[in-house]
């Protein structure tokens, strides 16, 4: 039967009809945490995640689900605001905390909005990117006044996914042979950052991005998506884009730049983005969990011998946050500072 002698009730509209090409999907792992687990299959089955995927989603993992359905009311309401409300808190050159509605990834502008709070407050951060200046500056939180529950909710949702990250990272930590806590003094006095998402409907979902193609600096980053779906993840195998599935009550889990180095890349820092769609808004909350500035990132000794010579040099976190937040990168048309930077070819 051609397409001219099909009758009309027969046609499925475009969102539903099939696609020629039909990829195959294959998904991020879910792992279940749930404390009657044995520990050790638990590490197992993140350190086959990270080596694979550089991402995976965590189910039963002890965060309430009540403290996020309120952060994310809360969120609604604050980006719900007049635009002139929201910018009251935002955020600027000096302090980078705050409302923010013109990120740039890699000097492209996202499609979203923000708003971002410290887990610590205040924290210290270089005052520049120049190695040689030892000036520091205070990064404070600004937080919305029409919301009395705002900062009372954001506060003790940080609190609870910061108590996770560390566990997190003494798995991941585990499944490189290390102690698991090894690494967590370098969290006392931590920039680590709640970040709300929102991302308007766009009308041009085939030119813009919620946002563009990156990897997350941080040690690793737990984020809660809703049911709209939008980000994907470059999979290693075949570098094809791949979406995340909503999976209700979870989070997805990525490593970040700084674990990457601390593995000596056996864990890599997965590239990642999101589309946007024209119908749909769609909230999301990551959570970056940051060393302290005057911390200095370099591979494990551990994981450095003479056959596996140390892939980087090492780096201070401090100058490679102030290095992101320039203001005059956008202006130069110049790449933003990449862990690659600090890549040993041997
Ligand atoms: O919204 C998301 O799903 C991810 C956002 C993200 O990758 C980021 O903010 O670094
Ligand atoms: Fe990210």
Redesign the pocket.
């Given at each position: 039967m051609g397409n001219i002698d099909l009758d009309p009730a027969f046609i499925q509209s475009t969102e539903h009809r099939p696609v020629p090409k039909v990829v195959e999907v294959s998904e991020i792992p879910v792992i279940d945490l749930s404390g009657i687990r044995d520990e050790s299959l638990i590490i197992s089955e993140i350190g086959k995640a990270c080596e694979e995927w550089g991402f995976f989603q965590i189910v039963n993992h002890g965060v309430r689900t009540e403290l996020y359905k309120e952060v994310e009311i809360e969120a609604k309401k604050f980006f719900g605001l007049e635009s002139e409300e929201k910018r009251k808190v935002k955020r600027d050159e000096v302090n980078a905390m705050g409302y923010h509605d013109g990120e740039h990834t890699k000097n492209v502008r996202d499609w979203k909005e923000v708003f971002d709070y410290l887990v610590e407050d205040n924290a210290q951060v270089p005052s520049s990117y120049e190695p040689d200046d030892k000036d520091l500056r205070t990064l404070t939180n600004q937080w919305p006044q029409h919301s009395p529950q705002f900062r009372k909710t954001m506060e003790e949702y940080a609190r609870e996914v910061e108590k996770l990250s560390y566990k997190l990272l003494g798995w991941i930590l585990s499944s490189l042979g290390l102690v698991a806590d090894k690494f967590h003094g370098c969290f006392k006095k931590q920039l680590s950052m709640v970040?709300l998402?929102y991302y308007p409907p766009c009308p041009f979902p085939d030119l813009a991005l919620?946002?563009g193609h990156?990897k997350?600096s941080s040690a690793l980053?737990v984020?809660a998506?809703d049911e709209v779906g939008?980000?994907q993840v470059k999979r290693k195998s075949d570098g094809e884009w791949i979406p995340v599935r909503p999976c209700p009550n979870a989070y997805i889990i990525n490593v970040g730049d700084i674990v990457q180095v601390w593995s000596n890349d056996r864990y890599e820092s997965v590239e990642?983005r999101?589309v946007v769609n024209t119908t749909r808004e769609r909230f999301?909350v990551?959570f970056f969990f940051f060393p302290a500035h005057h911390v200095n990132v370099s591979p494990a000794e551990e994981l450095v011998s003479e056959e596996n010579p140390a892939k980087f040099k090492e780096y201070n976190y401090g100058k490679f946050f102030a290095n992101r937040n320039r203001s005059d990168f956008k202006k130069r048309d110049v790449e933003n500072i990449q862990i690659q930077h600090f890549r040993i070819m041997n």
């Open positions: 970040r998402n919620g946002v990156h997350d980053t984020l998506q939008g980000l990642h999101v999301s990551p």
